[in-house]
């Protein structure tokens, strides 16, 4: 899932280098999240990636506000994503371990997360 002005900044992105900003789609998906507030997201997105040398699209529900491009098991699976919290590290598709980091060159604080490395 990822937040709608997320998304938009990410595809605004994506245009600024002439490239494809994602195929956005009609669908119905519900979310209940940790503190319990419910969200329905009504459309989704493929949208381009880029990791390690290897591209390919995430397909993404679009809920409202600024939530991070979040991936669920699934994607994590295919990506073959390792997580290492007590060692702050992460490792996927045929990278070796990487530290994990706070992508500060790229949002504001308030937009600040876990990250691979840029």
Known sequence: MIGS????AFQDMLKQR?????DVYS?????RFGNGALETATQSVWLPVGLN????????DII???????L????SEKLNVH??????KIKFLDMGSQDMHANVRS????????AVPS
């Open 5 to 8: 002005s997320t998304l938009a």
């Open 18 to 22: 002439n490239l494809p900003s994602g």
């Open 27 to 31: 669908a119905e998906n519900k979310f």
């Open 53 to 60: 040398g290897k591209y390919g699209l995430i397909e993404a």
């Open 64 to 70: 409202s506000g600024s939530a991070p491009l979040l």
């Open 72 to 75: 669920g098991r699934p994607t």
């Open 83 to 88: 997580l290492d919290f007590q060692n702050n």
């Open 107 to 114: 949002w504001p604080d308030r937009y600040r997360s876990y």
